[in-house]
């Protein structure tokens, strides 16, 4: 499974859009990017993934470099909600049986 | 949100002793897991389930067993608790792209 890294922590001002980087430069070819986030003290929430095109849902869109070494994460409008670790997670559609590697994320704290 | 539930929320106990967690879901879905969550390690996969009866180790099964005798239902039995299994567990969920997972709200148990 490729590594991704991320910045430890970000701060967004509430109503601006919210970027997150992640870099994975030794992502394989069939290797997806998802994201999920971990509000605090909840379960994690699935929120995105792609594989080369640009990705949109009503959570966030997703941008992935066209050498597919790194991504980034837009929260189009930030609300205080979104405050959250936010992790990127690079790993095959289906591979390892869903066993996914968390890592530490992106603290993002959403600021008034 | 998905149909998923933990129970008990929280347990403290006593080392030694068994404890069941359980986890149910109402999406049918056939891809169930179980993580736990400690600080400085983030989320890491137990045990997880491709179908009934159908069980496999994840990265942290030592000490853990698990069951799974019913789609909805995914047990995990810490057979002889110990302190260092004090930690927030998670069960998650997901159908055909293993990937996204649907997770619970947690169960924090405490073992003194």
């Known amino acids: 499974d490729a590594k991704t890294t991320q910045p430890t922590s970000m701060d967004c001002a509430e109503g601006r859009a919210a970027n997150l980087p992640c870099n994975h430069s030794?992502?394989?070819?069939?290797?997806?990017v998802y994201w999920y986030r971990q509000i605090h003290s909840q379960g994690p929430q699935y929120i995105i993934h792609?594989?080369?095109n640009n990705e949109t849902n009503e959570m966030a869109s997703l941008i992935i470099t066209e050498d597919r070494k790194s991504s980034t994460l837009i929260l189009p409008h930030a609300t205080l909600r979104d405050t959250a670790v936010y992790y990127c997670?690079?790993?095959?559609?289906?591979?390892?049986?869903?066993?996914?590697?968390f890592g530490k994320g992106t603290k993002l704290s959403v600021k008034p | 949100d998905a149909g998923i539930t933990q129970s008990p929320r929280h347990k403290v106990t006593e080392t030694g002793t068994p404890v069941t967690l359980r986890c149910h879901q109402t999406?049918?879905?056939?891809?169930m897991y179980w993580y736990r969550q400690d600080p400085g390690h983030g989320l890491r996969l137990i045990h997880y389930?491709?179908?009934?009866?159908?069980?496999d180790k994840g990265e942290v099964s030592d000490g853990y067993s698990v069951s799974r005798s019913k789609t909805e239902d995914f047990l995990l039995t810490l057979e002889s608790a110990t302190s260092s299994q004090t930690s927030v567990y998670f069960c998650?969920?997901?159908?055909?792209?293993?990937?996204?997972?649907?997770f619970g709200p947690g169960t924090r148990l405490t073992v003194l």
């Open positions: 998650a969920i997901s159908g055909q792209t293993y990937n996204e997972q649907f």
């Open positions: 999406e049918n879905h056939r891809y």
């Open positions: 792609g594989l080369k």
């Open positions: 997670i690079a790993e095959t559609y289906g591979g390892s049986q869903g066993n996914l590697i």
């Open positions: 389930s491709y179908g009934v009866k159908d069980t």
């Open positions: 030794t992502i394989s070819g069939n290797e997806y």
